[in-house]
């Protein structure tokens, strides 16, 4: 006859549950490839005041367009300025103006899918109306748009995210949460007497979380991608602030002749951007959402 | 060594995965035969059948031990609308099948699939030919798979729990469908089923599972009578009773 | 003193379709009354629509004679009426332990007092369901289906219904770990004075628990009656020939 006891406990002590989900998250390559490549951007750019071996915006007109060296790893810009540094500069500016803009987006994605999964029916309707709106423009259209009225620079960034960049997370959330109100435990928690924001606060949302962080990676990283654009366009950040964007914009003319002009800050975008990516996906295996 | 049609031969059957599932089962199906396989849940009753058929999952095989089945071997399985394409009519899809397996014109393998649904017992076949599995009965998608496993002419008909998610009604149309088969056509029957009491009904002889174990094996009568095995005899006994039904019109 | 839950005139409708019709019930408190259907046959809806998740087109549904609105009853109504679901993989939180589940129940119903005592009533419900206090802190993956709708049980039972609804509680589960739960519900229904409406498609399993059954066919009921003149006399030509169709072990006379 089958046995129905509680398993048995271990004879060591189990680990807390922090250190056995990084067990299992050292099994994702790609988290830890991402995490690694992450880890590694993030710090030097925290650390720029003392990693970056110039100051940024030091101008050398003499030596302007020098090939990299060992006295300039990355070479210098047309103003003689040491590329190295302001790529590192531009990083911290850059992923400081992503990861902050991405919050509010993030949380407004997050409680808009949640109300919008769990409460079905009318309010799901009007708010689905208001996000086939907002789809049905092209959304750097409405980036653009938002940063010529409100102003160029952070804040053109802030609000243009914070009004539209909630939509694509949204979306995911709300299916989320529609594919978990069909699971009993939903109603159970319902029938058992608790009140409905206590219901999406204390049961769905930590179930909808780590879909959400997945989310957020992506999110950042989408917005790092703007922030470039709009600097590459001189809608963003504005100079002598040192940015990716307008690096690769100042530095295009010279892409045949002085390859690392441009190409170096467009490397260090795409190694950030892979990073995320990747911390992305791994974050998706550990936790299984793929 | 040859083993004759319509018999089955399991010796020392171990199934492994990343540890070892079945620990060295031994089955003997003679033909014409009804043996039901009894267990709960986990006790590799299902990967024994499915090793005989060939089909375990991926990453799972056969470690150790034989099977030898004598003729051709056909199966049907638990949820039948997961093994029926939507996309497709059923007529169509036993058409197809039928032709998979002994060739000739459409016409031909059209008409064959009717006289299937004939023998499977479904009412109006030209009608329900054309239908797809999700405008049928639970019921009727059954007995769609058992015309597709009878297309193969088999000579041994595994089933796999076939009845467990249908109607107490329905089911006992199947299982009185099935044992009609089996008499018509000389059918071998292996029967794997949680429900001791379904087992009991159709087959002459069971085994019973255990933990990947043959815990015990005997004819019917004397399982339910008279287990050796104290597993055996919990599983008799957690069989709930009903009382005898009176007939119409008694008192 | 509770009159537990009636049942009057009920119908449910799809659209324009009735798929619960002219439903009666009466299920006392300490009785156990059963509900057969086969697929199709409603039952699952009319669950839903005694714990209101599900609105009335006809007919009202009391409690202790004051009739329940769906959709908008107070927690007290909510509470007063309990459901034990047939699938137990998906009727707990994965993210959240027991011991939170059954303490957040307390605590919003004002049972149990302080956190200790919480605690400790969270422990005896567990040990009302035979499970031990370490389960408190565990989580749902932890366990098997037996244990898990043994938990499920225990949650219902925390906020101290009048009425519980049982929808194929067993169905999921090993036969050997049916039997533990089916004792427990029956023991339950006793001690705890609960009115419990058992729904299943399994006869057998009905005639181990039920004082009464009703016969629910394309949403209709065809037959209310006796446990025990029920599986012997049926009179509807459906109970009938459900019960003819249950296979059974014939055992030799002793």
Known sequence: ?290 | MSVDVGSLAVTGLRISGETELVHGVDLALAPGEALGIVGESGSGKTLTLRAVMGLLPRGLRVSGGTVEAGGRVAMIFQDPLSYLDPMTRVGTLLGEICRAHHGGSVAAARARARELFVDVRLPDPDTLLRRYPHQLSGGQRQRVLLAIALAAQPDILLCDEPTTALDVTVQAEVLALLAELRARRGLSLLFVSHDLAVVASLCDRVVVFRDGLAVETGRTADIVNRPTQAYTKALVDAVLPLPALAEVGGE | MSSGLELVDVAVAYGSTRVIDGVSLQVPPGRIVGLVGESGSGKTTLARAIVGSVPLAAGSIRLDGVELRSGHRSREERRAIQLVQQDPFASLNPALTIGFVLDELLRVHGLGGDRAGRRTRSAELLGLVGLEAEVLDRYPRQFSGGQRQRIAIARALAVEPAVLVADEPTSSLDVSVQKTVLELLCELAARMNLATLFISHDLSVIHAVCDHVAVLQGGRLVEVAPSGRFFTHPEHPYSRALLEAVPRIVKESK
């Open chain 1, 1 to 290: 006859m089958s046995t129905d006891r509680v398993a048995a406990p271990p004879v060591v002590a189990a680990p807390r549950p922090f250190v056995r989900w990084l067990r299992r998250a050292r099994r994702s390559p790609a988290l830890v490839a991402g995490a690694f490549l992450l880890t590694f951007m993030v710090a030097i750019s925290a650390l720029a005041p003392l990693v970056a071996p110039y100051d940024p915006e030091a101008q050398n007109l003499g030596g302007g367009l020098a090939a990299p060296s060992p006295s300039h790893w990355f070479g210098t810009d047309q103003l003689g300025r040491d590329i190295l540094s302001r790529v590192i500069w531009a990083g911290r500016t850059d992923l400081r103006i992503a990861v902050v803009a991405a919050i509010v987006p993030f949380i407004t994605g997050l409680v808009v899918g949640l109300v919008s999964g769990y409460a079905g029916g009318r309010v799901d309707w009007v708010i689905g109306r208001i996000v086939d709106t907002f789809v049905a423009f092209p959304f750097y259209v409405l980036i653009i748009a938002i940063v010529f009225a409100v102003g160029t620079g952070e804040n053109g960034i802030f609000i243009a995210y914070a009004l539209v960049g909630w939509i694509s997370s949204a979306r995911v959330i709300r299916a989320k949460t529609k594919a978990l109100c069909r699971e009993g435990w939903v109603g159970a928690a319902y029938g058992g007497g608790l009140s409905h924001p206590r219901v999406v606060a204390r049961h769905l949302l930590p179930n909808v979380l780590p879909q959400a962080v997945v989310l957020l990676m992506t999110e950042i990283l989408l917005i790092m991608v703007a922030v470039v654009t709009l600097g590459y366009l001189g809608l963003g950040v504005q100079p002598p602030t040192p940015d990716w964007g307008t690096m690769i914009s100042d530095g295009q003319l010279f892409l045949a002749t002085k390859w690392w002009i441009p190409s170096l800050p467009g490397l260090a975008v795409v190694i950030t951007g892979v990073g995320l990516s990747l911390v992305g996906d791994g974050l998706a295996d550990v936790w299984r959402l793929r």
